[in-house]
């Protein structure tokens, strides 16, 4: 495997962890909204 093609699967895996992250994070945000009222 090519450095640039290594390069480009490990930037696909990092977005797609960050955009999971990111839904999990504004799902449990939203829970702690409606624990908090």
Not at 5 to 18: D, G
Request: glycine share 8%; net charge positive; charged share 15%.
């Amino acid at each position: 495997m090519s450095a640039k093609a290594l390069f480009a699967e490990s930037h696909r895996i990092a977005s797609t962890a960050s955009a999971r992250a990111a839904k999990v994070g504004s799902t449990h945000g939203r829970i702690l909204g409606q624990m908090q009222t």
